[in-house]
Every structure is written in structure tokens, then in C-alpha cells.
């Protein structure tokens, strides 16, 4: 029969085999996690790795900075409202800054002291006391608002020009809110 003409059908059938496993190529990659949407779109853009370009200049983990994905903050996670992404990883400046609240006794005791502290003053806030916000979140609020004063305070004198600005941008760059939530757990 294949001889005779009547092939056309296997022709029809390839390109809808095709256009299937397009199809669900697309719903494969819109279903991912924002991560790997960004290391498909940096594989289109440039397929064979050659252009290395970081994401900003100076930046410890170098990154592909080729294109966006559009509306990135707006785009579904799925799993419900759960993000199938890890949470962040800590700056090495967070880190360093937790190190040392673990480590240092004298510094682990004032800041469990300030906790402390910052859990009465929530309490007594009018602001919780009308339930316009929760106690825990209060508490967090002033104890980082504190963490990153009395820290910032302790940049030394001697340290100017560039020493300075180096550490006052690592100290910009601590995610003070997650360290309060640490101090407060552990409390």
C-alpha cells in the first residue's frame, strides 16, 4: 500500500507530533519556578555560554544579565501561595553579622536583652493594642530599627575614604529584619 502513494497521513502525523511536544514544552516551562525560566531565557539568548556577562559589576556570584523575565514579581509560583524556590540565601553580610550575635556571648546577651526589651515596648504600642499590627511584627520592627542604628554607629572614625564606604554599604547590605526574627525565636 506505502508503495502505491497514501503516505501523506505520516506527514500530518509528524507535524502534529511535533507541535504536541512544542506544546507541551511551553507548559513545562510556564509551570517552573522563576529560576529556571531565567536559565531557559539565558540558554535562547545565548545557547553556547560565550558571552559572560555578571549582573552587576563586582558582584561576589556572577550572573547572565541578557534579559528580564517580564513581570517577574507578578508572575505565579504555583503551589498555591507557597514559592517553589528557596528562600533567599543570607548576604555574606547577614552572615557575618549573625556569626558574630552567636558568637560573641557579651553582644548575644545585650541583643537577647533588647529583645527583650522590644517585645514590651510592642506590647505596650498603641498600634498593637488596637490590632492595627501583630505584637510579633512590632517587636521585629524595633529591634531591627535598633540593630542597624546602634551598629551603624559603631563604623570607627578612623575609617574614611573608601574603608568607610565599604563598611557602611556591607552594613546596608544586612537584612536586618531576619536578623531580629532570629534574635526573637531564639528568646
Do not use: C
Not at 62 to 75: C, D, F, I, K, R
Not at 106 to 113: C, F, I, V
Amino acid at each position: 500500500m506505502a508503495g502505491k502513494g497514501g503516505g501523506a497521513w505520516k506527514v500530518a502525523y509528524a507535524d502534529f507530533v511535533t507541535a504536541m511536544m512544542a506544546f507541551f514544552l511551553v507548559m513545562w516551562i510556564t509551570a517552573q519556578d522563576q529560576q529556571v525560566k531565567q536559565a531557559v531565557s539565558y540558554y535562547f539568548v545565548d545557547p553556547m555560554g560565550s558571552s559572560k556577562k555578571s549582573s552587576k559589576n563586582g558582584s561576589v556570584a556572577q550572573h547572565l544579565q541578557n534579559g528580564t523575565v517580564p513581570q517577574a514579581e507578578s508572575v505565579s509560583q504555583g503551589k498555591g501561595r507557597k514559592s517553589h524556590t528557596n528562600p533567599e540565601e543570607p548576604s555574606p553580610s547577614t552572615k557575618a553579622v549573625h556569626e558574630w550575635l552567636v558568637e560573641d556571648k557579651s553582644a548575644s546577651e545585650y541583643w537577647q536583652n533588647q529583645a527583650n526589651q522590644a517585645r514590651d515596648a510592642a506590647a505596650r504600642s498603641p498600634e498593637v493594642k488596637s490590632k492595627a499590627i501583630d505584637e510579633r511584627d512590632e517587636a521585629v520592627r524595633r529591634l531591627s530599627k535598633q540593630m542597624q542604628s546602634e551598629l551603624k554607629e559603631g563604623v570607627p572614625v578612623k575609617a574614611r575614604g573608601i574603608y568607610q564606604d565599604l563598611l557602611v554599604n556591607s552594613l546596608n547590605d544586612v537584612n536586618w529584619t531576619q536578623l531580629a526574627e532570629d534574635i526573637l525565636k531564639t528568646n
